[in-house]
């Protein structure tokens, strides 16, 4: 049933019913309101009246007192004309002084601010004085008060009742509105259901085509779209299913493998996104092969990275050989865009027993061993220890304190003297990192470098020591003899190289400091040039354009390209370790230093070894033609000052006897002139097929002796 007020015939029934019920609350609250207001009225003018009374009666005290003296005596009616009420009394009151003489008769009135008679006043009692008490029966006078605008002000009553009517008019048309609204709502509502009606019988239409989406919705949510591999939401599920399984014993053993592919960034760098895809994908389709018959859960970690869940396995040895396994189905090559590349990766292991640990932990422990792998060349799958866990928490620590480093000054310099082999003296220095640690101690860059790259802080560490080196090197250069020459090299890290405004700040370093550009060399690894080299060679023009030479650092150790030499601007060739600190030891690796030796003099640049550790290879760097030298065997890397010293007195270098003593020593290490003198054409073939040629010609000419 509809209700009686949404009839027609009722529409004015609740408006009529809303404005009785708003009048009679108003008018009510309008009467509670005058009675108040008269209260406090009341309250009021009795105080007042109160207070004007005591002081009448001092006043008529006062009066009397003055006129006793006199001897004549003044009528009250005359004393009471002199008390001024009309100075005394608010200005907003009526008042009137007044006696009664009998019972019931009209009173006297004395002093009156109106004509009539006041009514409705508040009284006040006041005593008269003793001289004049028998001219009155009772002794007192009385004082009323009443305000001029009444007990409660007509305009403020008529401001009430007109605001009541105002607010019963808005509420009665609010009223006859809603009405009004209520009756649209009903055929709104009537309109909307048959609406919905129609809506429902469309919907019950798209119901099963929902149910169809619904489970390609459930397939995108938890698989990848490039591979179509289960993506970390469904790994991670299922491994936690799994460990519940594991801690019930319904499974024995779990082993979880992170597999990540090396070089994937440089090939999306070079080849595009697109052939970083088709590369991910092919390894996909690789990896699902190769555990096609195993219980187990392949899925897409991340860009580069699948994770692999294995059921059951029997051993972590054997989750070894199943991630090796995994890793050798990349060994065939990958078309990529007309590109064949050859792929390799790294995986990280954990083996899982007790199912005590959550699923984040086990692929943090897995995580873990792929970051140990990553760290060694050797190493292609780790399996986790529990050591690994406390080395990546002081991993974490020493992150928080590299932040922080530079502001507390707690990187320092060391400075490695390089001897001129050929002049014998001191011809520079290196400047060797190091963090003073307040808790580890004296950290050597190999602790800290990598991390300062990973965090990138390298920048501003590079930028640090250049600093550094050239405030040094303009101090050097005015203390030392004007024809001293000498030079300082700084290491620059790969970033630094990616930096467009690199250049910019090295020459406004060497303007600030007063450092001669020629003072300063900057060294540069092969892995800094490989990922962009035609950025890299602009930043290096730049550089050299200002005079500054470069060094191309650990040449042997990498790539070993000979392209690099020609294509940037590198002045000198650092020989590393491997190549140096066993030649007096081993003829092969004197072989090699000896072919690097003599490729950097036929291409016009100058060679440094460094590492350099016995007396043999000294002497055998010398014999091979080497440039320039460096290492403990000459001298341990000093403080500034110390290696200021040894510049100065680079004269009286100590080595120039050694290397004087060298040219009579007996030594039976093979030597450039021994072995054999490299044609233009050798040179051009990589250092190993270098090393490989000259051994043969060692046995040849063994097997003729």
């Not at 007020?5 to 309008?30: D, H, M, N």
């Not at 001092?58 to 003296?69: I, Y």
């Not at 001219?135 to 009385?142: A, K, N, T």
Request: charged share 25%.
């Amino acid at each position: 049933m509809k209700p009686a007020f949404l009839k027609p015939r009722s529409q004015w029934l609740l408006t009529l019913l809303v404005l009785t019920v708003v009048v009679l609350a108003g008018g009510r609250l309008i009467a509670l309101s005058v009675n108040e207001r008269a209260e406090q009225m009341r309250a009021t003018a009795g105080t007042l009246v109160a207070t004007y009374s005591r002081s009448i009666e001092r006043q008529l005290q006062t009066l009397a007192r003055r006129e006793q003296p006199a001897g004549a005596r003044v009528e009250l009616d005359q004393l009471l004309s002199r008390l001024q009420l009309g100075r005394l009394v608010d200005p907003e009151y009526d008042f009137e002084l007044s006696k009664i003489d009998a019972a019931g008769a009209t009173p006297r009135i004395f002093v009156s601010s109106k004509i009539a008679p006041l009514e409705d006043g508040i009284v006040s009692r006041i005593r008269i004085p003793e001289a004049y008490a028998q001219d009155l029966p009772g002794g007192y006078v009385r004082l009323a008060l009443r305000p001029k605008s009444g007990w409660y002000p007509a305009r403020e009553l008529a401001a009430a009742i007109a605001l009541l009517a105002v607010v019963a008019w808005l509420l009665a048309f609010a009223t006859h509105d809603l009405v009004h609204a209520l009756h649209r709502a009903r055929d709104a509502l009537a309109l909307s259901r048959r609406q919905l009606q129609a809506s429902n019988r469309k919907l019950a239409l798209e119901i099963e085509e929902k149910e169809n989406l619904q489970k390609s919705f459930e397939h995108s949510r938890y698989h990848d779209a490039f591979t179509g591999l289960p993506n970390r939401r469904y790994f991670m599920d299922q491994l936690d299913r799994a460990l519940r399984e594991v801690r019930t014993r319904r499974r024995k053993r779990l082993a979880v493998m992170l597999i990540n592919i090396d070089r994937f960034k440089l090939i999306n760098d070079s080849l595009g996104h697109t052939a970083g895809d088709e590369l991910v994908v092919q390894a996909a389709r690789r990896f699902q092969r190769a555990t096609s018959q195993l219980e187990c859960v392949l899925a897409r970690w991340s860009g580069d990275q699948f994770a692999v869940l294995v059921f059951d396995v029997a051993s972590p040895d054997d989750a070894l050989d199943i991630a090796m396994l995994l890793q050798q189905t990349l060994h065939q090559p990958f078309d990529l865009r007309k590109h064949r590349l050859n792929v390799a990766a790294r995986a990280g292991v954990t083996c899982i027993e007790s199912g005590l640990q959550r699923a984040e932990e086990v692929v943090r422990e897995a995580d873990i061993a792929l970051s140990v792998a990553k760290r060694h060349d050797s190493a292609t799958a780790v399996a986790y220890q529990p050591a690994m866990g406390g080395s990546a928490a002081s991993l974490v620590s020493l992150e928080a304190d590299l932040h922080i480093a530079l502001q507390r000054r707690e990187l320092h310099l060391l400075y490695q003297p390089i001897v001129d082999l050929r002049n014998h003296y001191v011809a520079g220095v290196e400047s060797l990192l190091r963090w003073r640690h307040p808790i580890e101690g004296m950290l050597t860059p190999d602790k800290f470098l990598a991390l300062a790259e990973e965090v990138g802080l390298i920048v501003p560490i590079t930028r640090w020591t250049l600093l550094q080196v050239c405030t040094l090197a303009a101090e050097w250069r005015h203390r030392l003899p004007r024809e001293r020459n000498f030079y300082v090299t700084v290491n620059v890290s790969a970033a630094a190289l990616r930096d467009p405004e690199f250049p910019a700040y090295v020459a406004q370093v060497l303007k600030d400091t007063g450092a001669p550009p020629e003072t300063l060399k900057l060294e540069l690894t092969e892995g800094g040039l490989i990922n962009n080299p035609g950025d890299a060679r602009d930043i290096l023009d730049g550089l050299h354009s200002l005079g500054i030479e470069m060094m191309l650092d650990d040449f042997g150790t990498g790539y070993s390209s000979l392209s690099y030499l020609q294509l940037f601007p590198f002045s000198y060739v650092k020989i590393d370790r491997p190549f140096v600190d066993r030649a007096g030891s081993a003829h092969a690796n004197s072989a090699i230093a000896a072919a690097i030796v003599q490729m950097t003099a036929s291409l016009g640049l100058k060679s440094v070894a460094e590492i350099v550790e016995t007396d043999a290879a000294a002497h055998d760097l010398q014999r091979m033609g080497c440039d320039y030298a460096q290492g403990y065997f000459y001298c341990r890397p000093l403080e500034a000052e110390e290696a200021f010293k040894v510049l100065r007195n680079a004269n009286s270098w100590p080595l120039a006897k050694a290397a004087a003593e060298s040219d009579t020593a007996e030594d039976d290490s093979p030597t450039v002139s021994e072995v054999v003198v490299l044609s233009d054409e050798t040179l051009m073939l990589p250092a190993e097929e270098v090393a490989a040629r000259m051994r043969e010609k060692m046995r040849e000419k063994a097997s003729h002796e």
